[in-house]
């Protein structure tokens, strides 16, 4: 079945160093890629997507990349601040239209002050 | 954004009796929804897309019969968890589409405890 492999599960790093997070998927009719952040007790929010028909997306310090070819995409945090640190998952759909969506296992940030 | 609204965000509940757990789209009408339950510090285990006017569609090995599921409206998903028991104890969260979008809202979430 669909998969998604997500790493690493913890991830600490200090205030104002870059995080990466890498997640592979499995089922190349994938066409949408979301990362969620969940704060302890609370929804997961939606803090950045990308298409499969893009290589590259910014928004200010979050950035994420796919590459269709390998099945990978990656988040990247740049000048990490304590109230980053969550839990981050990286998530795989083939779209609207009642696809479901697979999440990968999460990953566990720290920022260190 | 879309909201969507879940309710109860927290229940007890005695081992052996129902829980139900709502999930509205407030200012959307969602053909489909999906019902998720998370355990402490694990990912988002999907546990099925619930599809207005049909029957869900369950995800390998989940209960049809312990984990009800009713999507009578555009607007509201129910969950019921029957004849619960301590290992039912989990975090449940829904999430819908508005089919414009690719991106999922979410729900609160319903923290639930059997005792």
């Known amino acids: 079945g669909e998969n998604v492999e997500q790493h690493p599960s913890t991830l600490s790093v200090q205030e104002g160093d870059s995080a990466v997070i890498k997640c592979t998927y499995s089922?190349?009719?994938?066409?949408?890629f979301p990362w969620y952040k969940q704060e302890l007790g609370k929804r997961p929010q939606l803090i950045i997507d990308?298409?499969?028909?893009?290589g590259e997306k910014k928004d200010q310090r979050i950035a994420v990349t796919l590459n269709k070819t390998a099945k990978h995409f990656s988040l990247h945090i740049t000048e990490t601040q304590p109230e980053d640190s969550a839990v981050y998952f990286c998530?795989?759909?083939?779209?609207?239209?009642?696809?479901?969506?697979?999440f990968g296992a999460g990953t566990r940030l720290f920022v260190k002050a | 954004g879309a909201v969507v609204s879940q309710h109860p965000s927290r229940v007890i509940c005695k081992s052996g009796t129902s829980v139900k757990i709502e999930c509205r789209s407030l200012?959307?009408?969602?053909?489909?929804m999906f019902w998720y339950r998370q355990f402490p510090k694990q990912s988002l285990m999907l546990m099925a897309t619930?599809?207005?006017?049909?029957?869900?569609?369950?995800e390998q090995g989940v209960e049809k019969d312990k984990f009800l599921i009713n999507h009578a409206s555009l607007t509201l998903s129910t969950l019921t968890v029957t004849s619960a028991h301590p290992e039912d104890s989990s975090f449940y969260i829904c999430?819908?589409?508005?089919?414009?979008?690719?991106?999922?809202?979410f729900g609160q979430g319903t923290r639930l405890t059997v005792v």
């Open positions: 999430s819908a589409e508005t089919g414009r979008d690719t991106e999922a809202f």
């Open positions: 619930s599809n207005e006017g049909s029957k869900a569609t369950y």
């Open positions: 089922d190349s009719a994938s066409n949408y």
């Open positions: 200012d959307f009408q969602a053909t489909t």
């Open positions: 998530a795989a759909s083939r779209g609207t239209g009642g696809f479901k969506t697979i």
């Open positions: 990308i298409r499969s028909n893009v």
